[in-house]
């Protein structure tokens, strides 16, 4: 069965800094991983994906995300992070094309000004 | 790009009714169509798997006769909270695919007095 792991709950770094956001996850196959944005009350957006090719992908806003086959990670990264990104960042999971998707549980970004 | 509505977006119902929510995806066909539960300050919880005509794949755990879903057309999937109570209170967020992504809908907050 497949499982993701954001192990930080919450992060907060100030208004310019680098982000790094933490997702492992466990699958026996090839993931098909995501990264989703939710605001508050919100439904999802989604920021990137990776499915194959280069294990670096970029995605909306600015993010970019590193696929480690080797250490079964993909960390969302950004390197200068804006008051606006401040919002919950869901890691995801899925076997196939859109199949099923198992969700992280979430890390809550803050940004200080 | 693709965009999955849901209606309501919020609903307050009283114990014992039963309130529908409904998921239709606007500009593209949903092969599949999924139900995702989230409470507050946590993680999106698959509920179910529907497929356009046939019966809906509950996960575990989760009450197929309190949580109706019908899949009716391809663009069109409702999800039905029977003699709701206070404990199914909660976000209900719906995905639909077009086989290679999901798309989100922008959620629905039911709360049941």
């Known amino acids: 069965a497949q499982s993701v792991t954001q192990p930080d709950i919450h992060i907060t770094v100030s208004e310019g800094a680098s982000l790094e956001l933490r997702c492992n996850y466990s699958?026996?196959?090839?993931?098909?991983l995501f990264w989703y944005v939710q605001s508050p009350g919100q439904g999802l957006q989604l920021l990137l994906k990776y499915f194959s090719g280069d294990t670096l992908v970029q995605g909306i806003k600015g993010f970019e995300a590193e696929f480690k086959r080797s250490q079964s990670s993909f960390n969302l990264r950004k390197p200068s992070v804006h008051w606006s990104d401040a919002a919950e960042y869901f890691c995801a999971v899925a076997a196939g094309y859109g199949n099923k998707l198992v969700f992280g549980a979430g890390t809550i970004l803050r940004v200080k000004s | 790009g693709a965009v999955v509505s849901q209606h309501p977006s919020w609903v307050i119902c009283k114990s014992g009714t039963s309130v529908k929510i409904e998921c239709r995806s606007l500009?593209?066909?949903?092969?599949?169509m999924f139900w995702y539960r989230q409470f507050p300050k946590q993680s999106l919880m698959l509920m179910a798997t529907s497929n356009e005509g046939s019966k809906a794949t509950y996960e575990q755990g989760v009450e197929k006769d309190k949580f109706l879903i019908n899949h009716a057309s391809l663009t069109l999937s409702t999800l039905t909270v029977t003699s709701a109570h206070p404990e199914d209170s909660s976000f209900y967020i719906c995905?639909?695919?077009?086989?290679?992504?999901?798309?989100f809908g922008p959620g629905t907050r039911l709360t049941v007095t």
């Open positions: 699958y026996g196959a090839t993931p098909y």
């Open positions: 500009d593209f066909q949903a092969t599949t």
């Open positions: 995905s639909a695919s077009d086989t290679y992504e999901q798309y």
